[in-house]
């Protein structure tokens, strides 16, 4: 069946590269607010009788949601057979449990809202921690792509002699699956969280790795602290200045401006568009989606 791709606004590259790499014909979603603040959504393509891909990277879910849900019905009621998500960054992945009495498990409530407006979810490095895989979250099939191998290749490419350093235990599966393609050595931090932007990170004697360049790879680069308090500590050993090469490019708040002195340059996948963004991922989504696998149900 054909394709339709639409991006929702602030997505249009990525879903272009990814029409481009799948042959599917590119619509886009018109947008705006009434003076009253509620939303406007018009579909610019034809969905009838075709498969809908809509593109939103989930940077700004909250506002982002409700017109990917408008958008969504709009296509369906035009004729879609098929209304698929995808959003190489997937939020609210990470209030996975509820760590004080009272607070909403916004990693439940956010997978029944996308499960019951979506055909299937397509995504890239989900924050999986307490979870297993995304199927023991979302009701709906799922593809959840891995970028490690491209930010191996991309490593491998533009560093000399790296040493991949991840920030903290979470961050072991991609340093040492990078580490591991590239058949270079990596080592793993570890870190304590005291609050949204306060981590404390302890180094292991990374002494006899002086004469490599660290490489800082991580999933998600929000606050910016896990990866400034890592670079000052290895700075603090009298390792050269690192790099950092992240799948998920947030960069919330003021934290492009604290961490661009730490590192000799900061690279990212364009899963969130961001100046940093020099790994493409458009070729590794639309070939997930021409093969039509689906996660195995877990
Ligand atoms: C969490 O464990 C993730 O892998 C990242 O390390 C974390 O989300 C980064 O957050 P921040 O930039 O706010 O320190």
């Known amino acids: 069946m054909q394709r339709l791709t639409l991006a929702l606004p602030g997505n249009e590259d990525l879903a272009r590269g990814i029409a481009q790499a799948c042959g599917s014909e590119a619509g886009r979603i018109e947008t705006r607010r009434f003076p009253d603040g509620e939303s406007y959504v018009r579909l610019h393509g034809e969905p009838a009788d075709r498969i809908v ?37 997937l939020a609210y992945m990470r209030q996975d449990k509820r760590f004080h009495d009272g607070e909403s498990v916004t990693s439940r409530s956010f997978a029944r809202l996308v499960s019951s407006t979506f055909d299937k979810l397509l995504t890239v490095d989900p924050h999986l921690h307490r979870y297993p895989t995304l199927s023991a979250l979302y009701t709906i099939p799922t593809i959840t792509l891995h970028a490690a191998p491209l ?28 580490a591991s393609r590239i058949g270079v050595p990596h080592a793993v931090l570890r870190k304590t969280r005291h609050g949204d932007r306060s981590v404390d990170i302890d180094v292991p004697d990374l002494s006899i790795w002086r004469g490599r360049t660290p490489v800082l790879v991580d999933d998600i680069a929000s606050s910016g602290r896990t990866l400034a308090v890592a670079a000052r500590k290895l700075a603090e050993q009298g ?60």
């Not at 002699?161 to 961050?171: A, F, K, N, R, Y």
Request: charged share 20%; hydrophobic share 45%.
């Open 151 to 178: 930010l191996a290749d991309w490593i491998a490419n533009h560093v000399e002699e790296p040493l991949i350093v991840g920030p903290d235990e979470e961050s072991e599966q991609w340093a040492g699956a990078i």
């Open 239 to 298: 390792m050269r200045k690192p790099e950092c090469v992240v799948v998920h490019a947030l960069f919330a708040e003021d934290a492009w401006a604290q961490l661009t002195p730490l590192f000799a340059r900061i690279t990212s996948t364009d899963a969130v568009p961001h100046p940093s963004n020099r790994i493409g991922l458009a070729s590794l989504i639309a070939d997930a989606l021409s093969s039509g696998k689906t996660d195995p149900r877990g």
């Open 53 to 89: 891909d809509l593109i939103c990277t989930l940077a700004h879910p909250d506002p982002q949601f409700l017109l990917l849900a408008f958008a969504a019905d709009a296509a369906r009621e035009l004729g879609a057979q098929e209304v698929n998500l995808i959003a190489p960054y």
